[in-house]
Structure formats: C-alpha cells, structure tokens
C-alpha cells in the first residue's frame, strides 16, 4: 500500500511539473495565440481625434480665480471606432466638462496646479463609463493652460 501511495505521488509530482514547464515555455495548451514567429495579428492603426479645447472658470470666494484650458486628443484603434467617436464628440466633451467642473476644484485644494497625469486617468475612467471599453484606448492631454485672472 506504502508502494502505491509512493507511485502515486511521484505520477502527480511528475505531471504538476510537466504542467508547469509547458505553462512557462508557453507550449501546448498553453500556447499563446499569434506568439508563433512569423503570424501576427493584424493590427489596427490608432487614429487621433482632436476634441475643441475645454475651458473652466476656477471660482474662489465668489470671484473667477482663473481660466483653465485643456487640450485633448483622444486615440482609437480603427477607422469604425474613430466614425463612430466623431458622431459622438460632443456628448464625450459634454461629460468631461461637466466631470471636471467638480473635480478641478478639488484637485487645486490639495496641489497647487493641475498634474496632466492625474487629468488623464480621470478623464480615461470618464470615457470607460460613457462609452464603455473599446472605443477610446487613450486620452491624450496635450497642453494644460492656467491663466489667472488680473
């Protein structure tokens, strides 16, 4: 029985390592699809779009602080997903605007200026919600203008 047991463990032993090595040298099942030298998917090319830029008013103690100015850029991957953004671009610019109009303020309590990096994972979880996975790869912040006011 002791000999059985033994024989046992070492089949199982022997198979999780078999396992583990095709898993590691992605072979087999576990091969992983287009990984073969020579077939790559085909892919599709990134298209940018410009959005118009967004402009907010920063108001502290009752009075305009300031004007903000954010230029973005938004990347798709296909020539369906940039038609489709296009008939969508101002219901995209509507629900960053309107996003950001909180979330500006709330960010300036805590940094003193905006941080591009910051705007843009916000405004990737924005475009995610509104139109879902697929359409928009990125969000491109490319400039970000703080112009107080005299």
């Known amino acids: 029985m002791k000999k059985l047991m033994g024989i046992v463990a070492a089949i199982l032993i022997?198979?999780?390592?078999?396992v583990a090595a095709m898993k590691w040298l992605a072979i087999g099942p576990f091969e992983e699809a287009g990984s073969i030298e020579g077939i790559r998917e085909p892919e599709e090319e990134l298209?940018?779009?410009d959005l118009d830029p967004i402009?907010?008013?920063?108001?502290r103690e009752d009075q305009i602080a300031g004007t903000i100015q954010i230029q973005i850029k938004l990347e798709t991957a296909g020539q369906e997903n940039a038609i489709f953004l296009k008939r969508?671009?101002?219901?995209?610019?509507?629900?960053?605007l309107q996003d950001l109009h909180g979330f500006v303020p709330r960010l300036l309590r805590k940094k003193e200026r905006l941080d591009?990096?910051?705007l843009k994972d916000r405004l990737n979880v924005i475009s995610g919600r509104l139109l879902g996975k697929g359409y928009i790869n990125?969000?491109?912040?490319?400039?970000v203008v703080e112009t107080p006011v005299r």
């Open 88 to 96: 969508r671009l101002t219901k995209v610019s509507d629900a960053f």
């Open 47 to 49: 298209i940018l779009i």
């Open 14 to 18: 022997l198979a999780g390592g078999a």
């Open 138 to 143: 990125d969000v491109l912040v490319q400039s």
């Open 55 to 59: 402009l907010l008013q920063v108001i």
């Open 116 to 118: 591009a990096i910051i």
